[in-house]
């Protein structure tokens, strides 16, 4: 980001009572930070999203970032593709969020075709995308709203259509989510989080973030009718998936391990 950012102290000092997380303009004056700290793998997901682009989106394709944040999901495109190669719509419910993020593509790429409009992606209206991310979102959604979602996003792919979903995600067997959930506070103090920023962080996430296991977001894609799903990427419980959407003059033939 050209923009300063600050460090993430939030949940630094005790609190009296700890308020529902809300992406607000405090988080927004931190949020790289909290997110390159509190995120593990999050830099290589999004240097991934230009070499699946590159792989699998057709030239001059709508590629939509729901849930986009402060737009790095749209830097990370603009810096491997060129101006004419994709058409990028980023997303977010909030609206410090969308400000700061028309601001930073306007100024980090002003030949490439950048939009960021401030919407619920529950009731958007979508045009035909050749690509669609939700980076760290749908775990945001409540869970009896995410498989319209996921189903809407289909809808909205071209035939041969990628969907990447990023999300931190929970472990069906208890003894290995508490280990993953150990490691991962681990990581966090190892980025200079203290315990206390942990525990109250943790406690504002109580019931706004809640994840889902691999296996319910690979049974919700298809669903939802990809022909194919992939975990692709995966640290500690963090993890990315890809979703395809078959191509229509293929006739239904199982795509080669070379086309996927």
């Known amino acids: 980001m050209s923009d300063a950012s600050y460090r993430d102290a939030i949940f630094s000092t005790p609190l009296d009572r700890v308020a529902r997380f809300s992406f607000d303009e405090r988080v927004v004056a931190c949020f790289p930070d909290m997110i390159r700290r509190s995120v593990p793998g999050y830099g290589q997901i999004l240097g991934m999203l230009g070499l699946i682009a590159q792989r699998h989106l057709r030239h001059g394709a709508r590629v939509y970032d729901l849930g986009c944040?402060?737009?790095?999901?749209?830097?990370?495109?603009?810096?491997?593709?060129?101006?004419?190669?994709?058409?990028?719509?980023?997303?977010?419910?909030?609206?410090a969020m969308?400000?700061?993020?028309?601001?930073?593509?306007?100024?980090?790429?002003?030949?490439?075709?950048?939009?960021?409009?401030?919407?619920d992606i529950r009731q958007l209206e979508y045009q035909p995308a050749g690509m669609i991310v939700l980076n760290f979102t749908l775990q945001f959604l409540p869970p009896k709203d995410r498989e319209a979602v996921v189903e809407r996003l289909f809808a909205a792919l071209e035939p041969g259509g990628v969907l990447v979903l990023s999300e931190k995600i929970r472990a069906e067997d208890e003894q290995e989510n508490a280990w993953?959930?150990?490691?991962?506070?681990?990581?966090?103090r190892a980025n200079g989080?203290?315990?206390?920023?942990?525990?109250?962080?943790?406690?504002?996430?109580?019931?706004?973030?809640v994840p889902d296991t691999l296996a319910e977001h690979h049974a919700r894609l298809d669903q939802a009718g990809f022909s194919r799903t992939h975990t692709w990427f995966q640290l500690?419980?963090?993890?990315?998936?890809?979703?395809?959407?078959?191509?229509?003059?293929?006739g239904g033939?199982?795509?080669?391990?070379?086309?996927?």
């Open 69 to 95: 944040s402060l737009g790095a999901g749209g830097l990370a495109l603009a810096g491997q593709l060129a101006p004419d190669a994709f058409r990028y719509t980023g997303v977010d419910l909030s609206p």
């Open 98 to 119: 969308v400000s700061r993020a028309r601001e930073t593509l306007a100024a980090e790429c002003p030949d490439h075709a950048m939009e960021v409009i401030e919407g």
């Open 180 to 188: 993953l959930v150990e490691r991962y506070h681990d990581f966090k």
């Open 193 to 209: 989080y203290s315990d206390l920023e942990i525990s109250q962080k943790r406690t504002a996430l109580e019931n706004v973030l």
């Open 236 to 250: 500690l419980n963090f993890a990315s998936l890809i979703a395809f959407k078959h191509e229509a003059s293929r």
């Open 253 to 260: 033939a199982t795509p080669t391990p070379d086309e996927v």
